[in-house]
Nanobody, 128 residues
């Protein structure tokens, strides 16, 4: 069974950090570019970061650039999103997703329909 299992979400105070993990099973992650998305209450799901299948392409939206870091460990079939300096506006359900492409860009991140495999989502709440 093809699955993407996310973990690492939770409640954190403003300024704090969380590390999200996304582990793939049933397929080999190294052939896919990976995107991280989030959906805040009452808002559409948005792409925030993506990484190419060999780390040669990495993209962040302005809202998370300089605070979030995407990485992958193909040997562990896992992708990570390190989130630092969290703000209340980062509160959302976070999703990872895989697309059968080698590259990553603002354009590919914006084409959510291309993504073939999605995680179940993990809640991140930033509040004091």
């Amino acid at each position: 069974q093809l699955q993407f299992v996310e973990s690492g979400g939770g409640l954190v105070q403003p300024g704090g950090s969380l590390r999200l993990s996304c582990a793939a099973s049933g397929f080999t992650l190294e052939y896919y570019a990976i995107g991280w998305f989030r959906q805040a209450p009452g808002k559409e799901r948005e792409g925030i970061s993506c990484i190419g299948h060999r780390d040669d392409y990495i993209y962040y939206t302005d809202s998370v650039k300089g605070r979030f870091t995407i990485s992958r460990d193909n040997a562990k079939n896992t992708v990570y999103l390190q989130m630092n300096s969290l703000k209340p506006e980062d509160t959302a359900v976070y999703y990872c997703a895989a697309v059968g492409m080698s590259v990553c860009s603002a354009s590919t991140l914006g084409s959510q329909a291309w993504y073939e495999y999605w995680g179940q989502g993990t809640q991140v709440t930033v509040s004091s």
